[in-house]
């Protein structure tokens, strides 16, 4: 898991208490090595299921909300502080979610992508391996595997640069 530059996203320490509070819901898988803050509240609307994948992190006050499908996180991503996962969103492996940061509807991150502080990636939204979406930027549509959408901007098509 990266843990340098700006905004780097550091796992909580683990606490057994935490993670029990966390994982005694009905309709929530927590893999073994899950660490999660403070104050994070995870659920599942019926109908909806929540899977969190081994070594993942959940930071102090992330919000995680399953609707209408299956919200997974993958292996060893880090979801920041006060991050937002809401709807049937998918995180794949080794993703970071920045604090603050939103992922809403059916929207996917591909293994390794980025999604930096206070980012928004709405509903159909589809990010792609390994890339790289910059802080209070909003994604609507695809961003190609390696791309990198600046800080600040909205993204509703295709783009590799």
Do not use: K, N, Y
């Not at 990636?121 to 961003?143: C, E, L």
Request: charged share 20%.
């Amino acid at each position: 898991m990266e843990r340098v530059g700006p905004d780097a996203v550091l796992p909580p320490r683990p606490s057994r208490l935490r993670r029990w509070r966390v994982g005694w819901r009905p309709r929530v898988a927590l893999a073994p090595g899950v660490r999660v803050g403070r104050d994070v509240r995870v659920r599942a609307a019926r109908g909806a299921r929540v899977v969190i994948g081994p070594g993942a992190a959940l930071g102090h006050g992330a919000r995680i909300e399953a609707r209408g499908g299956t919200l997974a996180v993958g292996p060893e991503a880090a979801i920041g502080d006060r991050a937002m996962l809401q709807g049937a969103v998918t995180v794949g492996r080794e993703c970071v979610v920045g604090d603050w940061a939103r992922v809403e509807g059916d929207a996917e991150l591909a293994p390794r992508a980025r999604l930096a502080a206070h980012a928004v990636a709405a509903s159909g939204a589809r990010v792609g391996a390994g890339a790289v979406v910059g802080s209070f930027a909003v994604v609507v549509g695809a961003v190609a595997a390696g791309a990198v959408v600046p800080p600040g901007q909205t993204r509703a098509a295709s783009s590799s640069s």
